[in-house]
């Protein structure tokens, strides 16, 4: 992933909790596979309306050239990791209507992080560290 100081919804970036990064890796070959997981909060926009969303990061990677330093959140999300799947989401606020979980106290759980996300658009959220993306940065035109 790559960490980004300017947010761009349209570089799909995500906001991170560092302490619920956590992964396993073992030999593969010459190379090392990583699977592991994140919380994390992230921003979409769909048909013009800008929704907050809370879930999980599938982190994976099956030909890393050397083993990841597994105690350092930052080493994990800076791997040459995949992200072609995104996040895995738990819970979306547009400002109007929540979709998610149907148990009424993560619904508040959920909805305390996602209206303070939404009505500070587009800020980092407090405790997350960010905005990591999977995307390849764009070289020059």
Not at 39 to 59: H, M, P, S, Y
Request: net charge neutral; glycine share 10%; hydrophobic share 35%.
């Amino acid at each position: 992933m790559i960490r980004e100081d300017k947010f761009l919804i349209s570089r799909k970036p995500f906001a991170v909790d560092l302490p619920t990064v956590t992964g396993t890796q073992h030999p593969r070959g010459d190379r090392y596979a990583f699977s592991g997981t994140a919380d994390a909060l992230w921003f979409r926009r769909q048909n013009g309306v800008t929704r907050a969303c809370i879930g999980t990061l599938k982190l994976w990677s099956h030909y890393l050239p050397k083993p990841i330093n597994l105690d350092d959140p930052h080493n994990i999300l800076a791997a040459d990791l995949d992200g072609r799947y995104g996040g895995d989401c738990q819970g979306r606020w547009d400002g109007v209507r929540y979709w998610g979980a149907q148990e009424p106290e993560v619904q508040e759980q959920h909805l305390a992080i996602l209206r303070q996300m939404l009505n500070h658009y587009p800020a980092l959220p407090a405790g997350y560290d960010g905005w990591w993306t999977f995307q390849t940065p764009k070289g020059p035109s």
